[in-house]
């Protein structure tokens, strides 16, 4: 018999029969705590899930006493308890690979877009603004040769530097758990402390995971630390920013704009005064979503949760200790 698998996203025809191959797929709409009410039966008896989103906590784990396998379409797993993982021996898999060099575009499309104001004047033209040459008020600010700061030098931080040290000549600043020689070998990235970083980023981007420490990480008093001309750029994880602080600072001009894909709560209320707020560039958590990529993740994770559940993960592992 097939190991029983919950699938809580829709995948692509060729992947979705993939998984069909090797499981007994049970399709549901996504880890909603009706669903997880309405399925119950099925979870009983699951021994993998596929999906993205959704909260798996201890309080899902005692609902699914048999899972083996999570296999996570992201790469960020914040919606995962994984020490109550770790504690029943369920093994984490998630796409970290695959989706880097777009998630370091969306970035650099908000680098640009909020610098240079792309969103604010184009919307401007369409409602029949642009009668004479441009002003002053339809300026932004350079991007080139300006300070790239970067919060979290992971795979993305990385891809972002490269983009903006050849493409667009900008000095790299970065702060991290640690020294990265990649980063500084090859785009003359400089290590500084939080406080160096926020002082000295024209652009300061974020690309850290969201976790107990990074949680808040930014808030009133490290926003106060920027130059009134900085851009906060955040396409981690909403709650890294205190979301409130930052309001206040891109109304009160502590900071010049925000480029954000993601935010505390998604999706963003139609209330927030983030959405009044004209040095605002809002996207709706595109980070990764391309054709390509999106496609490209939900494969790793069909692959992933295969390799999980059939004792042969090389990679993409978060908990791989409980493979020895
Ligand atoms: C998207 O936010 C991801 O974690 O992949
Ligand atoms: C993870 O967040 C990364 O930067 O790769």
Redesign the pocket.
């Known amino acids: 018999m097939k190991p029983s698998v919950v699938l809580y996203k829709s995948l692509p025809d060729d992947l979705r029969q993939r998984l069909d191959q090797h499981f007994s797929v049970t399709e549901i709409s996504g880890l909603t705590p009706e669903n997880i009410a309405k399925y119950a039966d099925v979870l009983q008896s699951a021994e993998g899930i596929l999906g993205s989103g959704g909260k798996v906590d201890g309080e899902f784990l005692a609902k699914a006493p048999k899972l083996r396998a999570a296999s996570t379409v992201s790469?960020g797993y914040d919606n995962f308890d994984v020490d109550a993982l770790n504690q029943r021996g369920v093994v984490l898999m998630h796409t970290?690979t695959v989706l880097?060099e777009t998630v370091a575009d969306t970035m650099m499309a908000l680098v640009l877009a909020s610098a240079r104001r792309v969103v604010d004047v184009a919307e401007r033209v369409k409602a029949g603004e642009w009668q004479s040459s441009v002003g002053p008020d339809w300026f932004g600010i350079d991007v080139h040769h300006k300070k790239l700061g970067i919060l979290?030098m992971?795979?993305?931080?990385l891809a972002l530097a490269q983009r903006a040290h050849f493409g667009f000549s900008m000095p790299i600043l970065y702060n991290a758990r640690k020294h990265h020689e990649e980063a500084e070998q090859r785009f003359d990235a400089q290590y500084c402390d939080l406080d160096t970083l926020l002082k000295e980023s024209d652009f300061l981007c974020i690309?850290l995971?969201l976790t107990e420490q990074t949680h808040h990480l930014i808030g009133r008093e490290q926003l106060a630390k920027m130059k009134p001309s900085a851009i906060l750029i955040n396409a981690?994880r909403g709650p890294v920013v205190d979301e409130q602080a930052l309001i206040a600072a891109l109304k009160d001009g502590t900071i010049y704009a925000a480029g954000l894909d993601v935010f505390e709560q998604e999706p963003l209320p139609a209330s927030s005064p983030l959405l009044k707020l004209p040095n605002v560039v809002a996207l709706p958590h595109i980070g990764s979503a391309t054709h390509e990529t999106r496609y490209g993740m939900a494969k790793d994770a069909v692959d992933n949760l295969i390799a999980a559940l059939t004792g042969k993960v090389e990679k993409n592992c978060v908990n791989p200790q409980l493979l020895k």
Request: proline share 18%; no cysteine; charged share 10%.
């Open positions: 790469v970290p880097t979290g992971g795979r993305i931080g690309s995971p981690g």
